[in-house]
């Protein structure tokens, strides 16, 4: 069979929890079933979900269930659902399955239909999807039973209050969730106003036990799951998996607005849902909003963990915020980081809320408190960059402070207020091309900010008005430049963009315009260059000479030709391209980075540090990947010394990256420094203690200074935490041994 004649598969894939996870399973169901397609369901068993087999029937699992090769192998022959929706007809939406493409469905609520589909057919089928689920036969029973109970007549309401994994898990507990974690204050407010025990049986479903028991204490004709439910015999998969079920029958769900494990419940039930927080009164929500916030400042005591305290403070910054009282939520947020507390978003908000407070050096004398320990989330380290960045301008401290919007610019570069400085910063000269990307500033006038009034207004009002930005001129959005210098992001999303479809859109934007004389030349590089990207390298190669042969004078041309080389594996030729682009603009100090990297992936390992270190102690360009691939250049041509000096100011600037961290330790551990090299362990395994290189590493320190008892009970603490690491396991038994 040719390619061309081969179709493609449905691929069920969601990040997620039960209910994620459970709605995207039956929508790509529902879409197999509508249009006789074959699907498959990749189930990943790192969220404590198992591998299929307890939630259904095993035949089920054997016949569409793939590991995780085969679901990568898949995903990159594979376009998004968001990119494919809207397809007109349905002839339109298979050709994305023709010559073995794939379409991943990953929907986190509802059903999804497209524009030509016919809504009560949809439903119908979701509906059957529903009903002839292949459920493992003990799970079946005992959603048998339970429906027995629950559709007898009476009505019932379900309350859905979402803790667990939100105020616990590392990496969970490290994001704000306001659309999840709803306060405790709303709850009660709620069934205080609408709590009828006779008129209707009223269930309170939670994961979090401390949760059941205080309500129910409260409240004492509240039910809870266990009480109308037999689940001694179901695993806590199972279990999870029957009380979705369970809140699908009820006639009223009262929840958080975008938990999937109630809203995919609703989905599967068809019942009425609420916003718990949308349906109580104004007048009782700023009641409960300022209970809380005294809560929080009075009686920390009250409140379980770090994990709860940091995400109510996201609903105490937006109501003392918005009732006038900032400095209140400052003061409250810096209590409790000062006290310990040690979560990534309220950093954020923290420094966010002072700097638009004017609290500039306070900022500054806070940094110290946030980096004594970690920052989990990129995002949240990004934001905290920015706006000690923006302090440190508003104090004068420009050099300094440039360092810092760097580092955030670096981390996220398309987010809002983030990119927008960066636009700003480039417009008055702070950003140029001897410390800053470039790109052709032609094409950037088809992508202007169109927010940037509104991130004016809302973040930067204040270095406005003290003339310490300007806005006179039309801002980018320097989304260019993000597409322009992949390999100099914080993470590399061509194949990101790909998947979802960002490189052929803008193909197919630029295919509509016609560009004709002297701008012609500039838009085919572009377009030869987003080609490239998307992966059509003889398009790319058409437009890319094109545009050169008309005009030769643009360095910029001649870069995007050295990619392409590059990626050819004609490396010469990249060089040479290169080296043409460096002549012509010999100020843009990331062409000579660019040439450095081509270097090193062509093993003139010598020759790519002599260049990189170089451009690293000119001091001008401060982007954290300029660092780290210095650093690999210095430390495969044999200079350690340089390869420390230089990671650990890349480090300074973007710590959160475990590998780099390690690489900095196993290289002071190899000059002699083992302090050195533990203190950068402990630091980065307070947050990554899940990567076995850093524990291996440091077990090994430990053995080296002969403290084998220490590193024995450091695996023991590692191996109750993570059970499935057999690499803890292992070392641990051969210490044992010795």
């Not at 490189?503 to 934007?509: E, P, Q, T, V």
């Not at 170089?614 to 044999?638: C, K, N, T």
């Not at 900095?664 to 190899?670: F, G, R, T």
């Amino acid at each position: 069979m040719a390619m061309s004649d081969q179709q493609g598969k449905l691929i069920a894939f969601r990040a997620d929890r039960m209910g994620g996870r459970l709605i995207a399973l039956l929508n790509t169901m529902r879409f197999a079933r509508s249009f006789d397609l074959p699907f498959v369901v990749h189930w990943r068993d790192s969220d404590g979900l198992g591998d299929g087999t307890q939630l259904f029937a095993e035949d089920f699992v054997r016949d569409h269930f793939i590991d995780k090769p085969t679901y990568q192998a898949m995903k990159s022959n594979a376009t998004a659902i968001g990119t494919v929706i809207h397809s007109a007809t349905k002839e339109q939406f298979l050709d994305n399955l023709k010559g073995g493409m794939h379409v991943l469905l990953d929907p986190p609520f509802d059903v999804l239909k497209m524009p030509f589909e016919d809504e009560a057919e949809v439903h119908r089928i979701f509906r059957d999807v529903v009903d002839t689920l292949p459920l493992n036969p003990d799970l079946a029973r005992h959603l048998q039973a339970l429906r027995g109970k629950l559709r007898d007549g009476r009505r019932t309401v379900a309350y859905h209050i979402r803790r667990g994994d939100l105020t616990s898990d590392l990496r969970a507990m490290n994001r704000a969730w306001p659309n999840k974690f709803v306060p405790d204050e709303f709850f009660e407010a709620h069934i205080r106003a609408n709590l009828d025990g006779a008129a209707a049986r009223t269930i309170l479903f939670s994961d979090n036990q401390s949760v059941l028991d205080r309500y129910t204490r409260m409240f004492p004709d509240l039910l809870t799951f266990d009480r109308i439910a037999d689940t001694g015999t179901l695993t806590e998969v199972q279990r999870d998996a029957l009380e979705l079920f369970a809140i699908s029958m009820s006639d009223l769900i009262v929840a958080p607005p975008s938990s999937a494990f109630s809203s995919t419940a609703k989905t599967i039930g068809g019942g009425d849902f609420r916003d718990v927080e949308s349906d109580i009164t104004p007048d009782a929500r700023h009641a409960a909003l300022d209970l809380l916030a005294s809560r929080l400042k009075d009686r920390p005591d009250l409140f379980a963990n770090q994990g709860e305290i940091g995400q109510y403070l996201v609903y105490a910054c937006e109501h003392l915020t918005k009732t006038g009282r900032r400095g209140e939520f400052v003061d409250l947020a810096r209590q409790h980081i000062q006290s310990g507390l040690n979560i990534a978003f309220i950093y954020a908000m923290a420094v966010r809320e002072m700097f638009l407070d004017g609290q500039y050096q306070a900022i500054c004398d806070l940094r110290p408190a946030v980096d004594r320990g970690f920052v989990t989330f990129q995002r949240s380290y990004a934001q905290i960059a920015l706006y000690h960045g923006l302090a440190l301008l508003m104090l004068g401290r420009k050099a300094e402070a440039m360092e810092q919007i760097t580092s955030a610019f670096w981390h996220e570069p398309v987010e809002g207020e983030i990119n927008a400085l960066a636009g700003l910063l480039r417009s008055r000269g702070d950003y140029h091309d001897g410390n800053f990307w470039v790109t052709d500033t032609h094409i950037e006038q088809l992508f202007p900010n169109r927010f940037i009034v509104d991130h004016i207004k809302t973040f930067y009002t204040a270095p406005v008005e003290a003339g310490i930005l300007s806005f006179d001129k039309m801002i980018p959005t320097n989304r260019v430049m993000v597409w322009e210098w992949p390999d100099f992001t914080r993470s590399d999303l061509r194949s990101h963009y790909r998947f979802r479809g960002h490189f052929r859109s803008i193909l197919r934007i630029l295919e509509r315009r016609s560009w004709s004389g002297d701008i012609k030349p500039h838009f085919d590089s572009f377009t030869g260059m987003i080609a490239l990207r998307e992966g059509d390298p003889g398009l790319a190669e058409v437009l890319l000479l094109s545009a050169i042969e008309a005009k030769p004078e643009v360095a910029l041309f001649h870069k995007r030709l050295a990619e392409l080389r590059h990626e050819q594996n004609r490396h010469d030729e990249a060089l040479e391209a290169m080296d043409r682009a460096i002549t012509l603009d010999p100020g843009v100090t990331i062409f000579r980075a660019m040439r450095g990297l081509f270097q090193l992936r062509a093993g003139d390992v010598e020759g790519a540090a002599d260049l990189l270190v170089g451009i690293i102690d000119e001091g001008q360009l401060q982007f954290p990947s300029v660092y780290f691939l210095a650093a690999d250049a210095a430390r495969d041509a044999g200079r350690t010394a340089d390869a420390v000096r230089i990671l650990e100011k890349g480090l300074s600037l973007a710590p959160l990256n475990w590998r780099r961290q390690h690489a900095l330790a196993e290289m002071k551990a190899k000059l002699g420094d083992a302090a050195g090299a533990g203190a950068v362990l402990d630091w980065a395994l307070q947050w990554a203690d899940d990567h076995p290189p850093l524990v291996m590493l440091k077990s090994d320190l430990l053995v080296q200074a002969g403290q084998v008892n220490e590193a024995r009970a450091f695996l023991e603490r590692l191996m109750i935490r993570y059970p499935d690491k057999t690499q803890y396991m292992r070392r641990h038994k051969k210490l044992a041994k010795s």
